[in-house]
């Protein structure tokens, strides 16, 4: 019997997640069950809450148990099929978990469409949570509008990235905060923010009067602590805050820190709302259009950061925290895959 590839959750991290806490494994793929798919994973997503599902307490998902195949988003293309609605050669995406093979009932997969102009890694970098969570984020809580003064946090990256592009196409002016001056260069000169600040070398709060002179409108906020306390000093009045994630706070030891001007929320009559993904997925094909026209026009585009090989998984998830990719970062799961 062909072998799977796995990595399992070994133990709880205190704070900064390490290959010590996971597991390597290799099991024989058992035989499909009446309804079941076999999947061939492809491309597996790392993502910030990878680190939250690891923790004791739940998040929006049951913490993953110890012992168990570590949860994550991934493409493949189906192997075999006991389920009328998948064919052999289906490219498909779910949770396919960080392992090689994934079986599925069905349930928990959705077909994907991939032609020479949507490569399969387009589901990783534009389509899929990644492209519903900067739209609705910024559509439905930001409501952007022509002349608005647009803020983006963790702008380089696969969410962040998008957001931007999208505050232009809307008429904001749009500012981006990244780690490096490479990432700010391509926001500016490639993306088309207006400007972009260098988070680890700049003074934040002048920076920001600087670039923002007519104050903060929306803030797309992906990192929680320093910087969203920085950002509610310069809000305006009704100032919409989509928050998308605290990655600054989620290797804390101990609990996750508040911004000491929460109060600025009240007196400047803003809204703060947070939101998960999946409440948009019964959406997915409205998001889905918006992003197929903006991509086929040339007005939304994307980067993937490709790790070669399942068995990199640990080590490059720490690239998420310390800033040192760019895009999207995902896992080429078999390097010897042909796109």
Known sequence: MEMNQQWRL?????TDLSEDDFEWSEQAIPPLQAGEVLIKHLYLSLDPTNRLWVNEEDSYFPAVVIGDVMRGGGVGVV???????????????????WQRYA????????????TEDLPITAYHGIFG?????????????????AGETLVVSAAAGAVGSLVGQMGKQAGCR??????????????????????AINYKTANIRESLLATCPKGIDIYFDNVAGEILETVLEQINIGARIPLCGMISQYNNEGAITGPKNFANILMKRATLKGFIVIDYFQREKEAFDYLEKGLRSGQLQYRVDVVDGL???????????????TGKLIVKVDPSWQD
Do not use: H
């Open 311 to 325: 068995q990199s998984a640990p080590k490059a998830l720490a690239r998420l925290f310390n800033g040192s990719n």
């Open 103 to 114: 079986i599925d009932d069905g349930s928990g997969i959705s077909k994907i469409r991939v």
């Open 174 to 195: 749009v500012v981006g905060l990244a780690g490096s001056d490479e990432k700010c260069r391509w926001l500016t000169e490639t993306l088309g923010f207006d400007a």
């Open 10 to 14: 070994a133990k709880r991290p205190v």
């Open 79 to 97: 192997e075999q099929s006991l389920n009328p609605r998948y064919k052999q050669g289906d490219f498909v995406q779910g949770m396919l978990n």
């Open 129 to 145: 949570p990644i492209g519903m969570t900067a739209y609705f984020g910024l559509m439905d809580i930001g409501k952007p509008r």
